[in-house]
Every structure is written in structure tokens, then in C-alpha cells.
């Protein structure tokens, strides 16, 4: 096992010592964003966890080895030579160890490595879904199978309106897994807001879920974007409508089909949904924190 899963001493110790450490994807890094913009915001995030108090721990596959934090100089690498990195969810991972390969991971493959090191608060910007049309094509990210799956409470800004919201709720329910908004009664869906949650303490319901329900699945947080750094919904949802015309027309499928509606929309709006992107998932860095350092001093 410890060949397969290598922790970096920083976030071992930090383990060991009891100190609060959130977990990071990568895929966001190799198939979000673009060079430089992914390295700033890769290395913001981490830079916002750090002042809050708490250890970032970014998770990633080089050479067939699970890697669990990386260094500013291994993220600058990494977020430069994205393209030598294969996007890896659950389905991938024994390929990629098998073939020695690199690779990103989604929030599907990230719960499941920051589980096996230990990590029970994981941050990222927004989730995989159910596709809008999924009742053709049966597209369904396996981030919402993972979050059925181990005990990580995952912070995000709900899920981007690129994908079937209802449906992905749905989705949710049936796998049992607690969805609650982070200070707002709504499901942020990154512009439009109109689902409605109950605000719920963070650590309280960890630990009701985790430790007195011992519940072996995962805790979606939804926290929304600060009204200041929205994008313009409207704009934004022609620039979507748009994106999916085009999917449809190139007949793009599987794992390519969210970082091409990202990539898209991005280029229509002329880089306007980047821009939230990037103040979004520090945003949610601060929320993750903070609930990690809130759960560690509710259970001494
Ligand atoms: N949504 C975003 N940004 C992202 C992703 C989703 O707004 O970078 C990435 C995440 O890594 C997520 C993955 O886990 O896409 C989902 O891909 P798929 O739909 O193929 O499961
Ligand atoms: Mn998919």
C-alpha cells in the first residue's frame, strides 16, 4: 500500500498531529481551466486553506503512484504539462496504476484517494452531474455513484448549469446522500438559484451522519458564489445553450463532454465563467477550512 499511496511529509504530519487537512482535485487543474490561469488558481486555493489555518492536500497520479500533496513547484509543473494528463475517475484509476500513467483525478477519484489517507473534507469548485439529456444518453458523472460511496464531506458551489440540475438532485437522493446549503436556503447552480436547502452547522451534521449514524457515504456542502463575482446568468445560459447545440452536433461523448461544455462556455462568454470559476472554488477553499478546523474541535 505504500508504494500505491504516497502521502507528502507536510500532509502526514499534519495527519498525525491532529491538524485540520483538506483534500484537492486535480482535474480541475488538467481539464477546467487553462495555462497559467489553473496554476494561479490551483495554488490560490491551497494559499486560502493555508491562512484559514488548515493543510491543503492536492491529489493527483504520476507514474501509476496516488499522490496526496504536492508542492507549489509540482502543481506549476503539473498545470503546465496538462495535456500529459489522462482525466481519471473511478473507472480509470486501476488503469492508469497498471499503466504507470498520469493522471488527473475528478471528484469521484479524489473522495475515494483522500479516504485512504484519512481526509474527511475535500474542496472543489463544482461537481460532475446528470447531463441534461440523460435520458438519451444515460450520462451520468460517477462523482454522484463516489458521493454515495465513502465518508468525505465535499465542499462545492453546487453543480454548473452545463448539467440537468433537478435530475442531478434526484440522483442524489437516491444515493442517500445529504445535500445542504452552506449559509443559503438555495441550491447554487453557479447563476440561478431557485432550489431551495436548509442551512444546516456544518460539524453537527458530520458528525450526526459519520460518527453517531456511522453512514458510510458521503455529505455534499453547497455554498454559492459571492453575489459580487457572479456572472451574468443570462449571458451565461445562451453561451451554455450554445456549448450543448455544439456537443450535439460534434456527437462528443464520455469523458469529454464536461471539459468541452467548460472549455466552450468559457470561450463564449469570453472568459467571463473562468473568472467566477476561479473566485468560486477560493471561495468555497475558505468554507472547507473553516468546517475542517469546526470539526476537529468538536471532537476533542
Ligand atoms: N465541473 C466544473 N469544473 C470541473 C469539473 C466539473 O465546474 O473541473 C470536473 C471535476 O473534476 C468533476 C469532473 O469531477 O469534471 C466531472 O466529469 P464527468 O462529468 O465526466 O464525470
Ligand atoms: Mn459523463
Do not use: W
Not at 483538506?22 to 491562512?51: F, K
Not at 509543473?77 to 492508469?96: M, W
Not at 434526484?170 to 436547502?197: A, I, M, S
Amino acid at each position: 500500500m505504500e508504494k500505491l499511496l504516497q502521502i507528502s511529509q507536510q500532509v502526514r504530519e499534519a495527519i498525525e498531529k491532529g491538524q485540520a487537512v483538506v483534500a484537492l482535485e486535480s482535474t480541475i487543474i488538467t481539464h477546467g481551466m487553462e495555462y497559467p490561469t489553473n496554476v494561479q488558481t490551483a495554488l490560490g486555493v491551497e494559499e486560502e486553506i493555508r491562512a484559514q489555518g488548515a493543510i491543503p492536500a492536492t491529489i493527483i497520479i504520476t507514474q501509476g503512484v496516488l499522490r496526496v500533496g504536492l508542492s507549489q513547484e509540482e502543481i506549476e509543473e503539473i498545470g503546465k504539462n496538462k495535456h500529459q494528463y489522462q482525466k481519471c475517475s473511478r473507472r480509470d484509476l486501476a488503469q492508469i496504476i497498471a499503466q504507470k500513467g498520469n493522471g488527473s483525478t475528478t471528484v469521484a477519484a479524489t473522495m475515494m484517494i483522500a479516504h485512504m489517507a484519512g481526509i474527511k473534507v475535500f474542496v472543489t469548485g463544482g461537481i460532475g452531474g446528470v447531463h441534461r439529456g440523460a435520458e438519451h444518453t444515460f450520462d451520468i458523472s460517477a462523482d454522484l455513484v463516489e458521493l454515495g460511496q465513502p465518508q468525505v464531506a465535499v465542499v462545492c458551489a453546487g453543480a454548473k448549469s452545463i448539467l440537468g440540475i433537478p435530475k442531478t438532485l434526484e440522483y442524489l437522493e437516491t444515493q442517500g446522500v445529504p445535500v445542504v446549503g452552506y449559509k443559503t436556503k438555495h441550491f447554487p447552480n453557479f447563476f440561478t438559484p431557485d432550489f431551495r436547502f436548509f442551512f444546516q452547522e456544518a460539524s453537527e451534521l458530520i458528525k450526526a451522519q459519520f460518527d453517531l449514524l456511522k453512514l458510510k457515504n458521503g455529505i455534499l456542502f453547497c455554498v454559492p458564489i459571492p453575489q459580487d463575482q457572479a456572472a451574468d446568468g443570462q449571458i451565461v445560459q445562451q453561451a451554455i445553450d450554445k456549448a450543448l447545440k455544439e456537443l450535439d452536433e460534434q456527437n462528443i461523448n464520455g469523458a469529454l463532454v464536461t471539459p468541452f461544455l467548460l472549455k466552450r462556455v468559457n470561450e463564449i462568454t469570453d472568459g467571463m465563467s473562468s473568472k467566477s470559476n476561479v473566485a468560486l472554488i477560493r471561495n468555497n477553499a475558505r468554507v472547507g477550512a473553516e468546517i475542517a478546523i469546526q470539526l476537529l474541535q468538536k471532537r476533542l
